[in-house]
């Protein structure tokens, strides 16, 4: 009995170590290139384009693929289930709620985990088996403003430029691919779309899509700056990457509905 | 600034909570203005030693000063001005292999905002044309033979004129070639340069030659001790 206390104990105390020193790296990521006062602009612009090509533009057909998919699906199935009950008018609230507040925010971040996620988990473990990280050091390179501060710059941007693309093509193209199977007026879907739209639903977006970019690049930063002799560690900390990043991403995800929710807004 | 003295005081390391020490009690003056050879059977901590000096690792107690500072009561900023005073070569790898040796070697300048850009590309091909690498600048790390990265690792550790040098197994996989490249730029930096602390982890007899009133320091169980003291100041012996 003793021993488990113990454990759980050990256990608990470990874990609020790891999560200080989490945030710890976030917020010393920021600091400091802050106080580096943009000398080193040109090394991290480069290093943040980059970033946002990979997890931005390499990912566009994929996530276009998903948005034209996913909306022809809720868009084909609101409008007739919708009909059956003569609410058709409000077929633009529920596309909002479902596409732009839940879904959009979702699938972005999932696709973004696996792709990007995975890939910056195991590109900074490999640094770190190769030396790569005390290499930078050596050169006074800070690795927290060098390598993850413009991961997170730009993933954050990348999530939240997938995340608008994911709702223009969902809720565009999604509208085009179900008119083929069952006709839909244009105008009256736009006027549908405009009525429900609220500052509510782009704040919430925006909100959600900018934790989940800092929560994916952060985790993986972190899970691959620990990383630290054998190559071996390398694909385990990118499953780590993806279990923690899933499990957070989620729970930021729903604990934001949940407030908006309690908060009273529709 | 000049970089004048270098000394462990009681100096405990382990790099992790619950693994036995690296380096206990360790207490040592460093030997300065002079070639130091580090000696020490394998996993005795010598590479550790120089991740202390270098400040890339965190010591869990005791000091570590330089020219009398604590360097653990310095951050990263602060430390900076000291590390770029120290040029080090590591055994393998040190080269970041997603960029071309350029942009590799360039990447500091960049960082630092250091020198304009007619002078940083002088001074790297001056290093490219010393180690004869000029023709596969543009390639990354792993693309090139094992020996021109050797021979990369080493010209980077010159980039920034150092006044310590810090050289971990310099001649593992070196040609004779780029060993007289290194040493005849050991003795032009100490010449022209501000180059005045040389320590080497090496046990090779062939280097040692070139330096033959070094220091010696044994790295042995945690401790670290300074074997024999050159009784003159030394430039390399070509």
């Not at chain 2, 360790?26 to 002079?34: G, R, S």
């Not at chain 2, 304009?116 to 543009?138: A, G, P, Q, V, W």
Request: proline residues 3%; contains cysteine.
């Amino acid at each position: 009995m003793l021993k488990a206390i113990d454990n759980l104990g050990k256990y608990t105390v470990d874990q609020a170590r790891s999560l200080t020193s989490f945030f710890l790296m976030i917020y010393l990521s920021f600091r400091q290139t802050i106080l580096s006062r943009g000398k080193n602009l040109k090394p991290l612009l480069s290093v943040t384009i980059s970033q946002i090509y990979f997890t931005g533009c390499m990912a566009m057909p994929l996530i276009g693929f998903l948005a034209l998919a996913t909306g022809s699906i809720v868009i084909l199935q609101s409008t007739h289930q919708l009909s059956l009950f003569g609410s058709s008018d409000m077929m633009g609230n529920l596309l909002t709620i479902i596409i732009v507040r839940e879904l959009g925010p979702m699938i972005t971040a999932l696709i973004v985990i696996a792709r990007s996620g995975t890939a910056v988990a195991s590109e900074l473990g490999n640094m770190q088996v190769n030396k790569e990280i005390d290499a930078m050091k050596v050169m006074s390179i800070d690795p927290l403003v060098y390598l993850v501060f413009p991961r997170l710059l730009g993933g954050v941007i990348s999530v939240l430029c997938l995340a608008f693309y994911f709702n223009i093509i969902a809720l565009g193209g999604g509208f085009v691919v179900a008119s083929f199977l069952k006709p839909l007026s244009f105008s009256f879907y736009m006027d549908s779309l405009a009525r429900a739209l609220t500052h509510t639903d782009f704040i919430l977006s925006v909100v959600k899509n900018c934790i989940s970019g800092v929560l994916i690049f952060a985790i993986a930063s972190y899970v691959g700056l620990k990383v630290k002799q054998s190559p071996h560690e390398v694909p385990q900390a990118a499953t780590k990457a993806v279990v923690l990043s899933i499990g957070f991403v989620t729970l930021s995800n729903v604990s934001l509905t949940l407030i908006t929710y309690l908060m009273g807004a529709r | 600034m000049d970089l004048n003295k270098l000394e462990f005081k009681n100096l405990y390391f382990r790099y992790e909570q619950g693994e036995t020490f690296l380096l206990e009690k360790a207490t040592l003056d460093f030997p300065m203005n002079q070639v130091s050879f580090i000696h020490g059977s394998t996993g005795a901590g010598k590479s550790t030693l120089f991740k202390v000096m270098l400040g890339i690792v965190t010591i869990e107690s005791g000091d570590y000063l330089i020219n009398g500072l604590k360097v653990q009561n310095m951050s990263f900023e602060e430390f900076k001005w000291y590390r770029l005073q120290m040029g080090y070569a590591f055994d393998v790898g040190g080269l970041i292999s997603n960029l071309n040796l350029i942009d590799n070697f360039q990447l500091p300048f960049d960082y630092h905002g250091i020198l304009d850009k007619k002078m940083i590309k002088e001074r790297i091909d001056f290093y490219f044309d010393r180690f004869n690498l000029s023709s596969i600048k543009h390639l990354r790390p792993s693309m090139i033979s094992s020996g021109a990265r050797k021979a990369a690792i080493l010209a980077k550790a010159f980039l920034f004129h150092p006044q310590a040098l810090y050289l971990n197994n310099p001649t593992l996989g070196l040609n004779q070639e780029h060993m007289g490249t290194l040493v005849s730029l050991i003795e032009q930096h100490q010449k022209e340069f501000n180059l005045k602390h040389i320590f080497i982890i090496s046990d090779d007899q062939e280097l040692m030659k070139f330096f033959p009133q070094h220091a010696q320091i044994n790295v042995h169980q945690g401790q670290i001790s300074l074997v024999t003291k050159p009784s003159l100041k030394l430039a390399g012996n070509l």
